[in-house]
RNA sequence: GCGCCCGUAGCUCAGUUGGAUAGAGCGUCUGGCUACGAACCAGAAGGCCGGGGGUUCGAAUCCCUCCGGGCGCACCA
């Protein structure tokens, strides 16, 4: 409906005498949208007011131009112009009526477009470091990737989500460390636990299948583990220097396969927690990708090549830098260190690098706000690489504040003080999850009151939105036990019929749901399509207090029911692109 | 100190990238079930869009500057 508009404005524009308007101002692309107020009819455009400025005319005589110029279509009722140089436009009815028989026949496929045109398009999220459970800040990331890559395929990009587990580094050794030390403690050694080691209960689990596994094979006895190491920070001794000699120890002890294994058996321990968790949350990643591949597959060791060879990476006092002040970062950045060693970001080279290789058309990141400080330098990875600029993108996620009655609970992974994502699930359902993530704009802090989201109070719109698709369905059951049987083709074709106020509001609400889909794949807001659902919801509820649908009148009780299925349609369409189920009874 | 995000009704937040009279939910107040589901509906009250300057036909939206809140600025991961 929207881009017919538009056509019309383009065609009208080229139409104006020249004396009227330059050829340049001939290019400008009309826009168009909705209007607030149903008195300024269902479209408007500002096309003569931003003409104005240009041609130097009267955006008032350029509107009347433009409406002059314009040619007859059949969807139109007419076209005036207001205010100061406002073109409004007015649909027939059965424009409406029209749109609601295409709702019915694409069913399931109705808001889907091919805006995108089938470009591929990388959208990685979460990438929480595989060391424990996914917490409720992970939670977020999790809803927010997933429902923005149901858009974005919605609209017709070939989507593929990522996951890039953090499999190699320090925190790994951190992680297998912790490990071991609580499979000694099950075996019986008593020791104090290190201040920079994980001490979630996640990791005692681990630690029995590690027993259960090896046995004795790997305990060493406390004073073997710990004697002779530099304190720890409690003693007045520094925790990343302890960690860091409790790590080299325990290499010496039990050999660097010995402690791989350990290491091999939390990880996949953990990692198969995430998934588990994602996939019952509804979100699916087509790749997991593991940062220790790109060392296998030299795909690093390329990267810094090329960047090498290309003059974006160069030597300075025995390290390799890679030079992103090129690209507008405050400073240049280290890969190699002195001691030869990578640093984290080599990998992040090497990741992009792999990416760029892959082929993809578009880079979506969506990262935590902690991590805004870093997009700089990544986007310099990709411009040195010689990937283009538009094909960057981050959106980022700010945090989530769990609120527990009314106090704020902490969430470190450290410590072990988070509630999980599991927990959160288990509390207030998925659904509510999925909805209550995204109902927020992703750069606005999100206050997650579990007290308030598990009471299935109405500060939850889920089950607003729900229910006025269970209520649908609702009526046709009582169709069904009333012995009568909707005719849709009957009901559609006697829509002319429905001319209440509730009805014509509902109708162009429904209508505007492709344009909504479009709109919140393009600003990557899913938020926008919660709000949008909830008015939908609320057109629907308003109706069904006002009118009864089960009437004698058949054409009516046809066409209300057309209406109604209508609306069960584009309910359950937006639903599903949040993640969110549309059930049939509540 | 530099950089990013935020500041809109009592509370939690929208506002489709500069449009017409500023929008919801919760809370408060008033009404509506012998009704296809009251998990609902209708109505009312509530605003200096953090302050001040600017840009233009037009600003919650763009620019500058203050004030307040969050986060980030490693040869860590």
Not at 10 to 38: G, K
Not at 199 to 212: F, K, Q, S, V, W
Not at 389 to 396: G, I, Q, Y
Request: some cysteine.
């Amino acid at each position: 409906m929207k881009t017919l508009i538009e056509n019309l404005l383009r065609q009208a524009l080229a139409a104006l005498p020249p004396e009227l308007v330059s050829a340049a101002a001939r290019d400008m692309s009309p826009e168009v949208e909705r209007t607030r107020d149903a008195t300024h009819g269902d479209f408007a455009s500002n096309l003569a007011m931003r003409l104005a400025k240009v041609a130097r005319q009267n955006p008032r005589a350029l509107a009347q131009a433009l409406i002059a110029a314009m040619p007859a279509d059949a969807a139109i009722e007419k076209v005036e112009m207001a205010g100061a140089g406002f073109i409004n436009f007015f649909l027939r009815q059965d424009a409406f009526h029209r749109e609601i028989a295409t709702i019915l026949a694409r069913g399931p496929e109705y808001g889907r477009s091919n805006l995108g045109k089938g470009q591929s398009l990388m959208v990685e999220f979460v990438s929480a470091n595989p060391t424990g459970p996914l917490h409720v800040g992970h939670g977020r990331h999790a809803a927010f990737g997933a429902t923005l890559a149901n858009l974005l395929a919605a609209v017709g990009y070939r989507v593929k989500c990522e996951y890039y587990i953090n499999d190699a580094g320090r925190q790994m050794d951190i992680l297998a460390v912790s490990t071991w030390l609580q499979y000694l403690r099950l075996r019986g050694e008593e020791f104090v636990f290190p201040a920079n080691g994980y001490r979630g209960e996640y990791i005692i689990p681990i630690a029995a299948r590690l027993n259960a596994a090896v046995g004795a094979k790997l305990q060493r006895s406390t004073a073997e583990v710990f004697g002779g190491l530099p304190p720890d920070e409690p003693q007045g001794g520094d925790k990343d220097l302890y960690i860091d000699a409790l790590i080299a120890r325990a290499r010496e002890l039990l050999g660097a396969d010995g402690l791989r294994q350990v290491l091999d058996l939390a990880l996949q321990d953990i990692l198969g927690d995430i998934r588990g968790d994602l996939a019952e949350f509804g979100v699916h990643f087509d790749t997991w990708f593991s940062e220790r591949s790109l060392t296998a597959d030299g795909s690093i060791d390329r990267a810094l090549a090329k960047l090498r060879e290309t003059g974006h990476a160069y030597l300075k006092d025995g390290a390799l830098w890679f030079r992103s002040t090129t690209f507008g970062d405050e400073k240049d950045r280290v890969m190699v260190r002195e001691n030869g060693a990578r640093t984290y970001f080599a990998s992040d080279v090497a990741y992009v690098f792999n990416k760029l290789e892959r082929g993809f058309a578009h880079l979506l990141y969506v990262l935590g706000a902690d991590h805004h400080g870093y997009i700089t330098r990544v986007r310099a990875v990709l411009l040195a690489l010689g990937g283009p600029a538009e094909s960057f993108e981050v959106r980022l996620v700010q945090f989530v504040s769990l609120f527990r009655g009314g106090q704020k609970a902490q969430m470190s992974t450290r410590s072990g003080e988070f509630v999980t994502l599991r927990d959160l699930r288990r509390e207030v359902g998925n659904d509510a999850a999925r909805l209550f993530y995204v109902m927020r704009s992703n750069d606005q802090h999100l206050d997650f009151d579990l007290e308030l989201a598990t009471q299935r109070s109405n500060d939850n719109p889920v089950y607003y939105i729900q229910y006025a698709h269970a209520r649908v369905a609702s009526v046709l059951r009582q169709l069904q036990e009333r012995g009568l049987k909707a005719d849709t083709a009957n009901g559609l074709a006697s829509l002319s019929k429905l001319a209440s106020p509730q009805e014509t509001q509902l109708q162009k609400r429904l209508c505007a749901y492709p344009e909504m889909v479009e709109v919140c794949a393009t600003q990557r807001a899913p938020h926008m399509l919660v709000h949008f659902l909830r008015d939908l919801a609320n057109d629907f509820h308003t109706y069904y207090s006002a009118q009864q649908f089960i009437v004698e009148d058949v054409e009516i009780r046809d066409a209300r029911i057309a209406l109604a299925l209508a609306t069960q349609t584009v309910i359950r369409n937006g639903l599903e692109l949040l993640g969110v189920s549309a059930p049939g009874t509540m």
